[in-house]
Antibody
Framework: QLQLQESGPGLVKPSETLSLTCTVSGGSISNSSYYWGWIRQPPGKGLEWIGSIYYTGPTYYSPSLKSRVTISVDTSKNQFSLNLNSVTAADTAVYYC??????????????WGQGTLVTVSS | QSVLTQPPSVSGAPGQRVTISCTGSSSNIGAGYDVHWYQQLPGTAPKLLIYAHNNRPSGVPDRISGSKSGTSDSLAITGLQAEDEADYYCQSYDSSLSGWVFGGGTKLTVL
């Protein structure tokens, strides 16, 4: 069973860049059956997919966030990262990283980190 | 407005059966993309409950099931228990958005 752990600042100032890292244990981030994804949840609201990355580099982003998001992977550290720039209060949320099992056209999030609350405030 | 539509809330008494619908369109469920379901207990991360319409990961009881009909999927929970009180989300892929999408979520209350 994979374990994932988010890390990064819990407070980010408006207009700055939110940066989070997800450390994967219990398996290799280079597993060809997996994408690695970021999902967020504003307080009291539903889940929103941010983007996903494959270990060789291809990335997939939500159209609504694509202009501000960059996801990268570091296979040597078994980590992947999220950068979201030009943040506003609307980006305040719990951010989850998750493993995304992929087969044919189906992909689901089978292991999740515990989540980390990021607040955007001056 | 979510691409996948779920009822905001459902409720049932202990022992009863409840269903939660997830309605999509021709660019997601109707296009044949699989639907997956997650359970989120208060204050915790979501947990995979059903994958590919009607498959249960190890550890999920068989009183929980999923089904598909056209452009909709449904999650059914029989023998309702207090521990089932949680938020439930469906998820699929949308070809128009070229990305993965979640439903708006359904809060299940056990009366």
């Amino acid at each position: 069973q994979l374990q994932l752990q988010e890390s990064g600042p819990g407070l980010v100032k408006p207009s700055e860049t939110l940066s989070l890292t997800c450390t994967v244990s219990g398996g290799s981030i280079s597993n060809s059956s997996y994408y690695w994804g970021w999902i967020r949840q504003p307080p009291g609201k539903g889940l929103e997919w941010i983007g996903s990355i494959y270990y060789t580099g291809p990335t997939y982003y939500s159209p609504s966030l694509k202009s501000r998001v960059t996801i990268s992977v570091d296979t040597s550290k078994n980590q992947f990262s999220l950068n979201l720039n030009s943040v506003t209060a609307a980006d305040t949320a719990v951010y989850y990283c998750a493993s995304q099992y992929y087969h044919d056209t189906s992909a689901f999030f089978d292991s999740w980190g515990q989540g980390t609350l990021v607040t955007v405030s001056s | 407005q979510s691409v996948l539509t779920q009822p905001p809330s459902v409720s049932g008494a202990p022992g009863q059966r409840v269903t939660i619908s997830c309605t999509g369109s021709s660019s997601n469920i109707g296009a044949g993309y699989d639907v997956h379901w997650y359970q989120q207990l208060p204050g915790t991360a979501p947990k995979l409950l059903i994958y590919a319409h009607n498959n249960r990961p190890s550890g999920v009881p068989d009183r929980i099931s999923g089904s598909k009909s056209g452009t909709s999927d449904s999650l059914a929970i029989t023998g309702l228990q207090a521990e089932d009180e949680a938020d439930y989300y469906c998820q699929s892929y949308d070809s128009s958005l070229s990305g993965w999408v979640f439903g708006g979520g359904t809060k299940l209350t056990v009366l």
